[in-house]
């Protein structure tokens, strides 16, 4: 079973989709769930991925091919992931902020949510300030949930904060962030609602917001 899990974190890293979503479905087949598949294939795949980009032993565009084979992966999870329990929880506008051009997190997130019945906006990356406010607007969500990988688009995070207060939104919408570089003592500074960790953990701490709740993840 071990054995699955370390070919499919391999195909990753090696940028190698067919053979990721191959992995996947056998896994998916020996009854492996989808949490073990990510926490055990996926993230290290990326955390190793990260450390060889980071001493440039690997360039950008190996990391490309092994984010198209881990969404390959996602892809045939995602029917696990996203199965709908029926009618909504709450409404959820998420996006990865300007800049910052990550989304294989946002995306799990995104899965992990719907799986557990919230509807989801997906703004996408690189998603401009007025994209989060118009969004607000038009889809009025429960949860503004923000993604940001690089510490450079972290002043993002804080500058949206800004902005809700200005067009008198703040009170209308919760907000949670999460990405690397992004932490509790982050998120309590520019006075977002909550922070999460990984999906699992936002997932929880989406549904102590809509639930006005504090929980383990509320600030
Ligand atoms: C994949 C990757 C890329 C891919 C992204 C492809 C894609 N479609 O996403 C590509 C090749 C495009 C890329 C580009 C770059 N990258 Co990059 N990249 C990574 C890498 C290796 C993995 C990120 C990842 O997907 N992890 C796996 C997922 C599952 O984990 P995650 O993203 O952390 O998400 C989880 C949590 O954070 C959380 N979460 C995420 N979002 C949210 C949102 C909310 C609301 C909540 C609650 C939770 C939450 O839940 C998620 C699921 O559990 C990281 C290294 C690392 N270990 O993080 C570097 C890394 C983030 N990149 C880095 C850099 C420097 C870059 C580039 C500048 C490189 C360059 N020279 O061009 C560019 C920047 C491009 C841009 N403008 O955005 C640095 C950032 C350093 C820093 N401190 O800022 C890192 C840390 C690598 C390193 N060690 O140097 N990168």
Do not use: C, W
């Amino acid at each position: 079973m071990e054995k699955i899990l370390i070919e499919l974190q391999q195909a990753i890293e090696s940028g190698e989709t067919q053979i990721a979503m191959d992995k996947t479905k056998e896994a998916l087949n020996h009854g492996i769930r989808t949490e073990k598949i990510i926490q055990t294939a996926i993230n290290p795949a990326f955390k190793d991925l990260g450390q060889k980009m980071f001493v440039g032993e690997i360039y950008v565009t190996d990391v490309l091919m092994a984010s198209r084979a881990a969404h390959a992966a996602m892809y045939v999870m995602e029917p696990i992931l996203s199965r709908s329990t029926g009618t909504s929880r709450g409404i959820v506008a998420i996006g990865t902020v300007a800049g910052d051009l990550h989304d294989i997190g946002k995306n799990l997130v995104i899965m992990m949510l719907q799986g557990s019945g919230y509807t989801v906006i997906d703004l996408g990356i690189d998603v401009p300030t007025e994209t989060f406010i118009d969004a607000i607007r038009m889809h009025k969500p429960h949860v503004l949930a923000l993604s940001s990988l690089l510490t450079t688009t972290l002043p993002e995070l804080d500058n949206i904060m800004d902005v809700l207060v200005e067009q008198g939104l703040r009170s209308q919408v919760k907000v949670i962030i999460g990405g690397a570089p992004v932490t509790a003592e982050y998120a309590g500074r520019i006075k977002a609602d909550a922070y999460a960790d990984d999906l699992f953990e936002a997932t929880e701490a989406v549904g102590d917001l809509v639930n006005n709740r504090i929980g383990k993840y509320t600030i």
